[in-house]
């Protein structure tokens, strides 16, 4: 069982740029996709950004494509979303998962990932 933890949440003001993190422990990362979701006080969790196995492919919301970034340094076993030009409306905590099953795509649904992080908290102030 893999465990992620994730770092580097915080307060911002809107149109700056945060970097989070999500290290693993337990598992190798390398082989598996990952993902990156939020949920904001109220709402269901909602995909934000996904990265298949390879790093060759990435998958992202509407709402944040073109200002945030997924990427992974398989050397550190750890996964980033940097995430640039910052809303008030991303406003969430976000949650770094994995897939299960190795040399997966990039997936969307929370169903496409089976290990989850504690979360991390994102406020963006207007």
């Known amino acids: 069982q893999v465990q992620l933890v994730e770092s580097g949440g915080g307060l911002v003001q809107a149109g700056g740029s945060l970097r989070l993190s999500c290290a693993a422990s337990g598992r190798t990362l390398s082989r598996y996709a990952m993902g990156w979701f939020r949920q904001a006080p109220g709402k269901e969790r909602e995909f934000v950004a996904a990265?298949?196995?390879?790093?060759?492919?990435?998958n992202y919301a509407d709402s944040v494509k073109g200002r945030f970034t997924i990427s992974r340094d398989n050397a550190k076993n750890t996964v980033y979303l940097q995430m640039d030009s910052l809303k008030p409306e991303d406003t969430a905590v976000y949650y770094c998962?994995?897939?299960?099953?190795?040399?997966?795509?990039?997936?969307?649904?929370?169903?496409?990932?089976?290990?989850w992080g504690q979360g991390t908290q994102v406020t963006v102030s207007s």
């Open positions: 998962a994995a897939d299960e099953t190795p040399w997966g795509t990039a997936g969307r649904a929370p169903s496409d990932f089976g290990s």
């Open positions: 990265l298949n196995w390879s790093g060759f492919k990435t």
